[in-house]
C-alpha cells in the first residue's frame, strides 16, 4: 500500500456537521488524490494533489475542499455533510506517471 | 476528458475456465492504462500496467491484458481461474495531467 495510512477508517457524522478525512503517506510521492467509491459508479476523483500546497479539483468536487500543507498529508473535508455524502472514501499516491497506490479506505455514514 | 466503460457489471466463471473482462476507453492522446483488482472490504491492488511497447502485459496473479488501439481497448484475461480471483476488478485510464480516471468495474464470481 506504499505506506499510505487513512485515518479514521469509519465514521458515523450528522447532518451538516463538517468532517475531515486524513491521508498520510511515508513514501515522499509527490501526487495524492482523494475518490470516492459507491456501487455502480467505481471510483471518481474528488481531489488531487500534485504538489504542497498545489491542488485542483476532480469530477466530484462540490462540497469537498481539500489542503496539502506537506509532502505527507492530504487532509478531505467535507464542509457540511449530506446524506449523498455516504460512501467509502480512498485516499491514493502517485510517482508521476499516473500510476497509483491505494490505501485502505475510509467509511463515511452521514445520517 | 478521459473515460473508462467497463461492458460487463457482473461475471460469473467456473473455477478452472478462462476468464475475459472487457475495458474500452476513450482517450485523445496515448494512453496509460491500468486494471486493478479490489478485495471486499479492501483498496486496491494494480494488477497491470500499459504505458508503451509490447501491446501484450503481463501482470500479478497470472493475469495479461492487451492493448489494441484501432478497439480503444485494453482487456484483461487470465487462461484459469482460481477461487480466490472472486472479487471486483476495475479498469482505468491515466492522462498527462496525472489524473486516474476508473471505470464502474466488474464483479467476478467464480463458483466450484
Known amino acids: 500500500d506504499a505506506g499510505i495510512t487513512q485515518s479514521p477508517r469509519h465514521k458515523v457524522t450528522e447532518t451538516g456537521t463538517p468532517v475531515t478525512l486524513r491521508c498520510h503517506q511515508t513514501?515522499?510521492?509527490?501526487?495524492m488524490y482523494w475518490y470516492r467509491q459507491d456501487p455502480g459508479h467505481g471510483l471518481r476523483l474528488i481531489h488531487y494533489?500534485?504538489?504542497?500546497?498545489?491542488?485542483d479539483k476532480g469530477e466530484v468536487s462540490d462540497g469537498y475542499s481539500v489542503s496539502r500543507s506537506k509532502t505527507e498529508d492530504f487532509l478531505l473535508t467535507l464542509e457540511s455533510a449530506t446524506s449523498s455524502q455516504t460512501s467509502v472514501y480512498f485516499c491514493?499516491?502517485?510517482?508521476?506517471?499516473?500510476?497509483?497506490?491505494f490505501g485502505q479506505g475510509t467509511r463515511l455514514t452521514v445520517v | 476528458a478521459q473515460s473508462v466503460t467497463q461492458p460487463d457489471i457482473h461475471i460469473t466463471v467456473s473455477e478452472g475456465a478462462s476468464l475475459e473482462l472487457r475495458c474500452n476507453y476513450s482517450y485523445g492522446a496515448t494512453p496509460y492504462l491500468f486494471w486493478y483488482v479490489q478485495s471486499p472490504g479492501q483498496g486496491l491492488q494494480l494488477l497491470l500496467k500499459y504505458f508503451s511497447g509490447d501491446t501484450l502485459v503481463q501482470g500479478i496473479k497470472g493475469f495479461e491484458a492487451e492493448f489494441k488501439r484501432s478497439q480503444s481497448s485494453f482487456n484483461l484475461r487470465k487462461p484459469s481461474v482460481h477461487w480466490s480471483d472472486a472479487a471486483e476488478y476495475f479498469c482505468?485510464?491515466?492522462?498527462?495531467?496525472?489524473?486516474?480516471?476508473f471505470g464502474a468495474g466488474t464483479t467476478v464470481t467464480v463458483r466450484a
Open positions: 482505468a485510464v491515466g492522462s498527462n495531467d496525472y489524473k486516474l480516471s
Open positions: 491514493a499516491t502517485g510517482t508521476g506517471n499516473t500510476e497509483a497506490f
Open positions: 513514501e515522499n510521492h509527490r501526487y
Open positions: 494533489s500534485y504538489g504542497v500546497k498545489d491542488t
